[in-house]
């Protein structure tokens, strides 16, 4: 008998409400670039457009946001840099409050949306 799918709402349960305030601040940013949808899977939320451009995981007080990339992000905000192909990497950022979903974040999002046609 399989599991039950996991919902977004697992993925907040016992956590910070600030973590869901990252969370909600980071949809509303990326609706005004285009479509998404939530595909919550176990350890993960992944944002997709046709395919996934994002993947969020929550922790106590903070979301890991995986972004899906043509070129790697030199910056002291991406944590880990993983080149899963020869144009494709993917970069993670850690998101502690709502600010941290900022102009540049939005920047790497929309490119991160743009590659996931």
């Known amino acids: 008998m399989s599991e039950a799918a996991?919902?977004?709402?697992?993925?907040?349960?016992?956590?910070?409400?600030?973590?869901?305030?990252?969370?909600?601040?980071?949809?509303?940013?990326?609706?005004?670039?285009?479509?998404?949808?939530?595909?919550?899977?176990?350890?993960?939320?992944?944002?997709?457009?046709?395919?996934?451009?994002?993947g969020v995981a929550t922790r106590k007080n903070s979301l890991v946001l995986t972004l899906?990339?043509?070129e790697d992000i030199r910056s002291p905000r991406v944590k880990k840099h993983e080149q899963v192909s020869a144009k494709r990497w993917h970069l993670e950022v850690l998101l502690t409050s709502p600010g941290d979903v900022d102009?540049?974040?939005?920047?790497?999002?929309?490119?991160?949306?743009?590659?996931?046609?």
């Open 6 to 54: 996991p919902t977004v709402e697992q993925h907040f349960a016992g956590k910070d409400p600030l973590v869901r305030e990252v969370y909600d601040r980071l949809l509303s940013e990326i609706a005004k670039i285009g479509e998404v949808t939530e595909d919550p899977k176990k350890t993960s939320i992944h944002l997709s457009r046709r395919t996934a451009f994002a």
């Open 68 to 70: 899906k990339a043509s």
């Open 103 to 117: 102009a540049e974040l939005v920047a790497w999002l929309k490119a991160a949306y743009a590659i996931s046609e």
